[in-house]
Protein backbone atom coordinates (compact mmCIF):
# COMPACT_ATOMS: atom_id res chain seq x y z
CA UNK A 1 0.00 0.00 0.00
CA UNK A 2 1.02 3.16 -1.11
CA UNK A 3 1.84 5.44 2.38
CA UNK A 4 3.10 8.83 1.19
CA UNK A 5 0.48 11.39 0.12
CA UNK A 6 -0.75 12.89 -3.67
CA UNK A 7 -1.29 16.27 -4.85
CA UNK A 8 -5.23 15.69 -6.33
CA UNK A 9 -5.63 18.73 -7.63
CA UNK A 10 -4.68 22.32 -7.06
CA UNK A 11 -7.96 24.58 -6.53
CA UNK A 12 -6.89 28.12 -7.20
CA UNK A 13 -8.76 31.15 -6.93
CA UNK A 14 -11.70 29.51 -7.95
CA UNK A 15 -0.07 11.88 27.77
CA UNK A 16 1.79 14.31 27.46
CA UNK A 17 2.49 17.46 29.89
CA UNK A 18 3.56 20.81 29.08
CA UNK A 19 6.09 21.10 31.24
CA UNK A 20 7.45 25.13 31.25
CA UNK A 21 10.08 26.77 33.30
CA UNK A 22 8.10 29.17 36.24
CA UNK A 23 8.35 32.60 34.19
CA UNK A 24 6.81 36.03 35.31
CA UNK A 25 5.98 37.68 32.27
CA UNK A 26 4.48 41.17 32.10
CA UNK A 27 2.59 42.16 28.73
CA UNK A 28 0.46 45.20 28.55
CA UNK A 29 -3.11 44.51 28.56
CA UNK A 30 -5.64 44.15 25.18
CA UNK A 31 -8.65 44.63 25.29
CA UNK A 32 -11.26 41.99 23.73
CA UNK A 33 -10.84 41.49 20.11
CA UNK A 34 -13.91 43.35 18.59
CA UNK A 35 -14.08 40.80 14.86
CA UNK A 36 -15.28 42.19 11.46
CA UNK A 37 -18.39 40.27 10.54
CA UNK A 38 -17.79 36.70 9.34
CA UNK A 39 -20.66 36.71 7.03
CA UNK A 40 -19.99 39.38 5.45
CA UNK A 41 -16.56 38.00 4.88
CA UNK A 42 -17.49 34.81 3.12
CA UNK A 43 -20.04 37.03 0.81
CA UNK A 44 -16.67 39.13 -0.16
CA UNK A 45 -14.77 35.75 -0.93
CA UNK A 46 -17.79 34.04 -2.16
CA UNK A 47 -16.27 32.08 -4.88
CA UNK A 48 -13.50 31.24 -3.27
CA UNK A 49 -15.43 29.72 -0.31
CA UNK A 50 -17.47 27.68 -2.87
CA UNK A 51 -13.92 25.72 -3.34
CA UNK A 52 -13.42 25.42 0.52
CA UNK A 53 -16.90 23.76 0.20
CA UNK A 54 -16.00 21.50 -2.61
CA UNK A 55 -12.56 20.46 -1.06
CA UNK A 56 -13.89 20.02 2.25
CA UNK A 57 -16.96 18.56 1.81
CA UNK A 58 -16.00 15.57 -0.46
CA UNK A 59 -17.09 13.01 1.73
CA UNK A 60 -15.78 9.63 2.29
CA UNK A 61 -18.57 7.24 2.48
CA UNK A 62 -19.84 4.99 5.15
CA UNK A 63 -17.81 4.37 7.99
CA UNK A 64 -17.42 2.41 11.18
CA UNK A 65 -20.11 4.03 12.55
CA UNK A 66 -22.36 4.48 9.70
CA UNK A 67 -22.28 7.86 9.05
CA UNK A 68 -20.46 9.87 6.70
CA UNK A 69 -17.87 12.36 7.50
CA UNK A 70 -16.39 15.13 5.88
CA UNK A 71 -12.49 15.79 4.95
CA UNK A 72 -10.50 18.38 7.27
CA UNK A 73 -10.10 21.31 6.48
CA UNK A 74 -7.35 23.52 8.31
CA UNK A 75 -7.10 27.34 7.81
CA UNK A 76 -3.31 28.31 7.41
CA UNK A 77 -2.21 31.99 7.43
CA UNK A 78 1.92 33.03 8.74
CA UNK A 79 4.00 35.71 8.96
CA UNK A 80 1.71 38.66 9.83
CA UNK A 81 4.67 40.76 11.55
CA UNK A 82 2.34 42.72 13.93
CA UNK A 83 -0.60 42.88 11.39
CA UNK A 84 -3.43 41.77 13.88
CA UNK A 85 -6.48 42.86 11.38
CA UNK A 86 -5.26 39.73 9.00
CA UNK A 87 -5.44 37.69 12.39
CA UNK A 88 -9.19 38.84 13.08
CA UNK A 89 -10.26 38.31 9.66
CA UNK A 90 -9.07 34.73 9.58
CA UNK A 91 -10.33 33.93 13.23
CA UNK A 92 -13.82 35.71 11.63
CA UNK A 93 -14.24 33.55 8.57
CA UNK A 94 -12.85 30.21 10.92
CA UNK A 95 -16.23 30.99 13.39
CA UNK A 96 -18.60 31.82 10.10
CA UNK A 97 -17.54 29.01 7.87
CA UNK A 98 -18.61 25.29 8.87
CA UNK A 99 -16.74 23.53 6.23
CA UNK A 100 -13.01 24.71 8.31
CA UNK A 101 -12.53 22.47 11.26
CA UNK A 102 -9.72 24.53 13.01
CA UNK A 103 -7.03 27.40 11.60
CA UNK A 104 -3.27 27.87 12.60
CA UNK A 105 -0.49 30.57 12.00
CA UNK A 106 2.24 29.11 10.85
CA UNK A 107 4.81 31.63 12.82
CA UNK A 108 6.09 35.65 13.10
CA UNK A 109 3.01 36.49 14.66
CA UNK A 110 5.40 39.33 15.85
CA UNK A 111 7.87 41.56 13.92
CA UNK A 112 10.25 40.92 16.68
CA UNK A 113 10.55 39.63 20.01
CA UNK A 114 8.09 37.23 22.07
CA UNK A 115 6.82 40.91 23.85
CA UNK A 116 7.20 43.58 21.49
CA UNK A 117 4.80 44.86 19.36
CA UNK A 118 1.31 43.44 18.95
CA UNK A 119 1.77 39.99 21.19
CA UNK A 120 -1.40 41.00 23.39
CA UNK A 121 -3.66 41.76 20.66
CA UNK A 122 -2.71 38.73 18.51
CA UNK A 123 -3.45 36.55 21.60
CA UNK A 124 -7.03 38.70 21.94
CA UNK A 125 -7.70 37.81 18.51
CA UNK A 126 -7.02 34.16 18.78
CA UNK A 127 -9.49 34.34 21.76
CA UNK A 128 -12.62 35.00 19.66
CA UNK A 129 -11.85 31.78 18.17
CA UNK A 130 -14.84 29.25 18.17
CA UNK A 131 -12.80 26.11 16.64
CA UNK A 132 -9.60 25.05 18.02
CA UNK A 133 -7.04 27.33 16.92
CA UNK A 134 -3.25 26.86 16.98
CA UNK A 135 0.20 28.67 16.36
CA UNK A 136 3.99 27.61 15.89
CA UNK A 137 6.57 29.75 16.88
CA UNK A 138 8.85 31.86 13.63
CA UNK A 139 12.21 33.18 13.98
CA UNK A 140 10.89 36.71 14.84
CA UNK A 141 8.37 35.30 17.76
CA UNK A 142 11.50 33.82 19.42
CA UNK A 143 15.38 35.19 19.00
CA UNK A 144 15.47 36.80 15.70
CA UNK A 145 19.38 37.53 16.25
CA UNK A 146 21.55 36.63 18.77
CA UNK A 147 21.37 39.88 20.56
CA UNK A 148 17.67 39.47 21.58
CA UNK A 149 16.89 39.09 24.79
CA UNK A 150 14.03 36.36 24.84
CA UNK A 151 14.13 32.61 25.43
CA UNK A 152 12.09 29.74 24.32
CA UNK A 153 9.93 29.57 27.45
CA UNK A 154 9.12 33.58 27.15
CA UNK A 155 8.15 33.42 23.60
CA UNK A 156 6.16 29.96 24.56
CA UNK A 157 4.44 31.42 27.42
CA UNK A 158 3.68 34.94 26.26
CA UNK A 159 2.05 33.48 22.50
CA UNK A 160 1.79 30.12 22.63
CA UNK A 161 0.38 28.97 25.57
CA UNK A 162 -2.18 30.76 25.51
CA UNK A 163 -3.08 30.21 22.05
CA UNK A 164 -2.60 26.69 22.00
CA UNK A 165 -4.87 25.57 24.73
CA UNK A 166 -5.79 22.24 23.24
CA UNK A 167 -2.73 21.04 22.48
CA UNK A 168 -1.16 18.17 24.68
CA UNK A 169 2.44 20.07 25.25
CA UNK A 170 5.08 18.18 26.17
CA UNK A 171 8.49 20.44 26.09
CA UNK A 172 9.23 24.47 25.18
CA UNK A 173 7.06 25.27 21.90
CA UNK A 174 5.93 22.07 20.05
CA UNK A 175 3.63 19.52 21.02
CA UNK A 176 0.57 18.28 19.33
CA UNK A 177 -3.61 17.82 18.70
CA UNK A 178 -5.46 14.89 17.47
CA UNK A 179 -8.74 15.34 15.46
CA UNK A 180 -10.55 12.03 16.52
CA UNK A 181 -13.28 12.48 13.80
CA UNK A 182 -10.74 12.66 10.85
CA UNK A 183 -8.28 10.39 12.26
CA UNK A 184 -5.74 13.53 12.31
CA UNK A 185 -2.74 14.27 14.28
CA UNK A 186 -1.30 17.42 13.76
CA UNK A 187 2.39 17.96 15.56
CA UNK A 188 3.48 21.47 15.99
CA UNK A 189 7.11 21.90 16.07
CA UNK A 190 9.80 24.42 17.44
CA UNK A 191 12.50 24.53 14.46
CA UNK A 192 13.90 27.39 16.72
CA UNK A 193 14.40 25.58 19.97
CA UNK A 194 17.59 27.67 20.83
CA UNK A 195 19.30 26.69 24.21
CA UNK A 196 20.48 29.48 26.63
CA UNK A 197 24.26 29.21 25.89
CA UNK A 198 25.71 32.95 25.79
CA UNK A 199 29.14 34.10 24.38
CA UNK A 200 31.62 35.64 26.09
CA UNK A 201 29.96 39.16 25.24
CA UNK A 202 26.92 38.00 27.46
CA UNK A 203 25.11 37.56 24.60
CA UNK A 204 23.12 34.66 23.18
CA UNK A 205 24.86 32.03 21.17
CA UNK A 206 22.40 30.86 19.22
CA UNK A 207 19.56 32.94 16.93
CA UNK A 208 17.75 33.04 13.85
CA UNK A 209 18.88 29.48 12.38
CA UNK A 210 16.79 26.04 12.38
CA UNK A 211 17.97 24.49 15.53
CA UNK A 212 16.01 20.88 17.32
CA UNK A 213 17.42 20.09 20.76
CA UNK A 214 18.07 16.51 22.15
CA UNK A 215 14.38 16.78 23.89
CA UNK A 216 12.01 17.79 21.29
CA UNK A 217 13.80 15.03 18.91
CA UNK A 218 12.76 12.51 21.62
CA UNK A 219 9.86 13.42 22.06
CA UNK A 220 9.22 14.05 17.82
CA UNK A 221 9.93 10.00 17.58
CA UNK A 222 7.55 9.47 20.52
CA UNK A 223 4.74 11.32 19.19
CA UNK A 224 5.03 9.89 15.52
CA UNK A 225 5.55 6.24 17.34
CA UNK A 226 2.40 6.83 19.61
CA UNK A 227 0.71 7.61 16.55
CA UNK A 228 -2.21 5.19 15.79
CA UNK A 229 -1.90 3.49 12.74
CA UNK A 230 -4.74 4.49 10.87
CA UNK A 231 -4.36 7.80 11.62
CA UNK A 232 -2.27 10.97 9.30
CA UNK A 233 0.23 13.46 10.49
CA UNK A 234 0.44 17.12 9.21
CA UNK A 235 3.63 18.87 10.81
CA UNK A 236 3.59 22.23 11.03
CA UNK A 237 6.91 24.54 11.58
CA UNK A 238 7.75 27.89 10.58
CA UNK A 239 11.17 26.68 8.58
CA UNK A 240 12.94 23.58 7.91
CA UNK A 241 14.89 21.00 5.98
CA UNK A 242 14.73 22.51 1.99
CA UNK A 243 11.98 22.00 0.04
CA UNK A 244 12.82 21.08 -3.67
CA UNK A 245 9.31 23.29 -5.40
CA UNK A 246 7.55 21.63 -7.98
CA UNK A 247 7.66 24.37 -10.67
CA UNK A 248 5.08 22.45 -12.88
CA UNK A 249 2.45 23.77 -9.76
CA UNK A 250 4.35 26.80 -9.34
CA UNK A 251 5.55 28.19 -12.21
CA UNK A 252 6.59 31.86 -10.36
CA UNK A 253 7.94 31.66 -7.32
CA UNK A 254 9.48 35.27 -6.52
CA UNK A 255 9.74 36.58 -3.38
CA UNK A 256 11.67 39.01 -0.91
CA UNK A 257 13.74 36.02 0.84
CA UNK A 258 16.00 35.81 -2.50
CA UNK A 259 13.89 33.24 -3.51
CA UNK A 260 14.13 33.64 -7.43
CA UNK A 261 15.20 31.12 -10.40
CA UNK A 262 15.94 28.29 -8.49
CA UNK A 263 13.69 24.99 -7.63
CA UNK A 264 15.21 24.72 -3.99
CA UNK A 265 14.33 26.22 -1.24
CA UNK A 266 16.17 26.11 2.00
CA UNK A 267 13.94 28.14 4.15
CA UNK A 268 16.09 29.26 6.93
CA UNK A 269 19.86 28.50 7.78
CA UNK A 270 20.35 25.92 10.29
CA UNK A 271 22.93 24.74 12.98
CA UNK A 272 21.71 20.98 12.05
CA UNK A 273 24.15 19.00 10.43
CA UNK A 274 21.34 16.66 8.48
CA UNK A 275 17.87 16.99 7.44
CA UNK A 276 17.11 15.68 11.26
CA UNK A 277 13.03 15.51 10.94
CA UNK A 278 12.81 14.61 7.41
CA UNK A 279 14.51 11.61 8.12
CA UNK A 280 12.72 10.30 11.07
CA UNK A 281 9.48 11.06 8.91
CA UNK A 282 11.03 8.76 6.35
CA UNK A 283 11.73 6.48 8.97
CA UNK A 284 8.37 6.79 9.81
CA UNK A 285 6.63 6.62 6.22
CA UNK A 286 8.39 3.34 5.23
CA UNK A 287 8.03 1.68 9.13
CA UNK A 288 11.67 1.20 9.66
CA UNK A 289 14.23 2.24 12.08
CA UNK A 290 16.85 5.09 12.27
CA UNK A 291 19.65 5.31 14.99
CA UNK A 292 21.92 8.10 14.40
CA UNK A 293 23.68 11.49 15.88
CA UNK A 294 23.24 14.81 14.42
CA UNK A 295 26.09 17.62 15.08
CA UNK A 296 24.86 20.87 16.17
CA UNK A 297 27.39 23.48 14.00
CA UNK A 298 28.98 25.33 15.85
CA UNK A 299 28.94 22.91 18.46
CA UNK A 300 29.00 25.43 21.20
CA UNK A 301 28.42 23.62 24.51
CA UNK A 302 25.56 21.58 22.65
CA UNK A 303 26.08 17.74 22.30
CA UNK A 304 25.05 15.78 19.07
CA UNK A 305 21.22 14.83 18.27
CA UNK A 306 20.84 11.41 19.06
CA UNK A 307 17.81 9.70 17.52
CA UNK A 308 17.24 6.15 18.35
CA UNK A 309 13.75 5.14 16.45
CA UNK A 310 12.00 2.02 15.53
CA UNK A 311 8.90 2.22 13.69
CA UNK A 312 8.97 -1.75 12.18
CA UNK A 313 6.56 -2.82 14.47
CA UNK A 314 3.35 -0.28 12.74
CA UNK A 315 1.20 -1.92 10.06
CA UNK A 316 0.98 1.47 8.83
CA UNK A 317 2.01 5.13 8.76
CA UNK A 318 0.55 8.12 7.48
CA UNK A 319 2.06 11.36 6.22
CA UNK A 320 0.69 13.85 4.66
CA UNK A 321 2.53 17.26 4.54
CA UNK A 322 4.90 19.75 6.21
CA UNK A 323 3.02 22.75 6.72
CA UNK A 324 5.58 26.04 6.84
CA UNK A 325 5.89 29.79 6.56
CA UNK A 326 8.79 32.39 6.86
CA UNK A 327 9.90 32.80 2.67
CA UNK A 328 7.17 35.47 2.36
CA UNK A 329 6.78 33.41 -1.52
CA UNK A 330 4.68 30.53 -2.07
CA UNK A 331 5.29 26.95 -2.88
CA UNK A 332 4.64 23.44 -2.97
CA UNK A 333 7.50 20.43 -3.49
CA UNK A 334 8.47 18.31 -1.62
CA UNK A 335 11.73 17.82 0.82
CA UNK A 336 14.79 17.90 -1.19
CA UNK A 337 15.99 14.78 0.10
CA UNK A 338 12.84 12.64 0.40
CA UNK A 339 10.60 12.99 -2.60
CA UNK A 340 7.92 11.23 -1.21
CA UNK A 341 7.92 14.41 1.98
CA UNK A 342 4.98 16.66 0.54
CA UNK A 343 6.17 20.51 1.77
CA UNK A 344 3.62 23.45 1.34
CA UNK A 345 4.83 26.89 2.36
CA UNK A 346 2.53 29.60 2.67
CA UNK A 347 2.95 33.57 1.41
CA UNK A 348 2.75 36.15 4.11
CA UNK A 349 -0.35 36.78 5.15
CA UNK A 350 0.68 40.28 6.09
CA UNK A 351 -1.12 43.33 4.04
CA UNK A 352 1.71 45.80 5.88
CA UNK A 353 4.14 45.04 8.43
CA UNK A 354 3.96 47.62 11.04
CA UNK A 355 5.93 49.72 8.98
CA UNK A 356 9.07 47.84 8.91
CA UNK A 357 11.94 46.74 6.81
CA UNK A 358 9.28 44.27 4.90
CA UNK A 359 6.68 47.25 4.04
CA UNK A 360 7.76 47.24 0.45
CA UNK A 361 7.45 43.40 -0.14
CA UNK A 362 5.16 41.93 2.57
CA UNK A 363 4.68 39.06 0.18
CA UNK A 364 5.00 37.40 -3.54
CA UNK A 365 1.57 38.32 -4.32
CA UNK A 366 0.60 42.40 -5.26
CA UNK A 367 -1.86 43.42 -2.03
CA UNK A 368 -4.64 45.99 -1.96
CA UNK A 369 -6.07 47.20 1.51
CA UNK A 370 -10.25 46.88 0.76
CA UNK A 371 -9.83 44.42 -2.20
CA UNK A 372 -9.89 40.89 -2.17
CA UNK A 373 -6.08 40.85 -1.82
CA UNK A 374 -5.83 42.32 1.03
CA UNK A 375 -6.58 38.76 2.97
CA UNK A 376 -4.12 35.96 2.19
CA UNK A 377 -5.21 32.27 3.38
CA UNK A 378 -5.04 28.73 2.30
CA UNK A 379 -7.06 25.85 3.70
CA UNK A 380 -5.96 22.60 3.58
CA UNK A 381 -8.27 19.73 2.81
CA UNK A 382 -6.80 16.42 3.62
CA UNK A 383 -8.48 13.19 2.14
CA UNK A 384 -7.52 10.51 4.27
CA UNK A 385 -9.70 7.49 1.91
CA UNK A 386 -7.71 8.67 -0.90
CA UNK A 387 -4.76 9.91 0.70
CA UNK A 388 -4.88 13.22 -1.61
CA UNK A 389 -4.41 17.07 -0.42
CA UNK A 390 -6.74 19.98 -1.83
CA UNK A 391 -5.29 23.75 -1.15
CA UNK A 392 -7.87 26.52 -1.82
CA UNK A 393 -6.58 30.17 -1.46
CA UNK A 394 -9.25 32.75 0.32
CA UNK A 395 -7.84 36.01 -0.97
CA UNK A 396 -5.02 36.62 -2.67
CA UNK A 397 -4.31 35.30 -5.74
CA UNK A 398 -3.09 37.46 -8.95
CA UNK A 399 0.92 37.50 -8.89
CA UNK A 400 2.74 40.64 -10.03
CA UNK A 401 2.62 40.26 -13.77
CA UNK A 402 -1.38 40.33 -13.13
CA UNK A 403 -1.27 36.62 -13.78
CA UNK A 404 -3.34 34.00 -11.95
CA UNK A 405 -0.47 31.88 -9.95
CA UNK A 406 -1.88 29.00 -10.89
CA UNK A 407 -1.31 27.72 -7.53
CA UNK A 408 -3.44 28.56 -4.28
Known amino acids: ?16 LVVLAALTISLPAAASAELPDGSALLAKYDDQ ?7 ADAYRGELYTGVPRKNFALLMMTDTHGDTERIENAIAILNACDAIDAAIHLGDVEYSGYGGGDAPNAVSAFAEAKKPVFAVLGNHDSRERIWRECTVEQATQALLKPINTGAVYSGRGYGYQDFD ?8 LNCYDFPDDRNTEGFFYYGDHIIYLQDQISWLVSALSSTPDDYTVIIAEHSGDPVLVDQSVTPQHIGAAGVSNTTEWRQSGTYMDGTIVADIVDAFINRTSLYRSY ?5 GNEADVSVSADFSSRSDS ?3 CYIRGHVHCQGIGHIAAHPDQVAYINDSSALFSGGNMWTSY ?6 AAGQKSEDLLTVLCVDTANRSLNF ?6 INMFGEDSGFP
Open 392 to 397: VRIGAH
Open 318 to 320: RFA
Open 49 to 55: ITNVYAG
Open 1 to 16: MTRSYRLSCILRQTAA
Open 181 to 188: TYGIRLIL
Open 295 to 299: AIVPA
Open 362 to 367: TSFLPR
